[in-house]
């Protein structure tokens, strides 16, 4: 997932946020991602995010936050770009 985000946002600067790796673009972090033993955490670091992709989430677990992402059934690279795209939307 990290070299489909660098793909998707070739000009991230990779940081820590909230003690994980996260992805910051003009400022603004955009993804953040945690390993768990059985899947990813993807974190767009806004709980309002989520909330705009109800259909293509509807398969994956999640919380207010992220999106827990089985470690054999990674996002799309279109559903990344949505979730980075509307993060970016949202900071502006």
Do not use: C, W
């Not at 998707?8 to 993804?31: L, N, Q, R, T």
């Not at 709980?47 to 705009?52: A, P, R, V």
């Amino acid at each position: 997932m990290r070299r489909r985000i660098l793909e998707i946002v070739p000009d991230a600067v990779e940081v820590i946020s909230y003690a994980m790796p996260a992805f910051k673009v003009d400022g603004v972090i955009v993804a953040g991602l945690l390993a768990n033993k059985k899947h990813v955490g993807y974190y767009p670091f806004s709980g309002s995010i989520l909330k705009l992709f109800p259909e293509e989430l509807a398969n994956f677990s999640k919380t207010m936050s992220a999106i827990h992402v089985p470690i054999d059934k990674p996002l799309t690279k279109t559903l990344m770009k949505k979730l980075i795209k509307a993060r970016l939307t949202q900071a502006k």
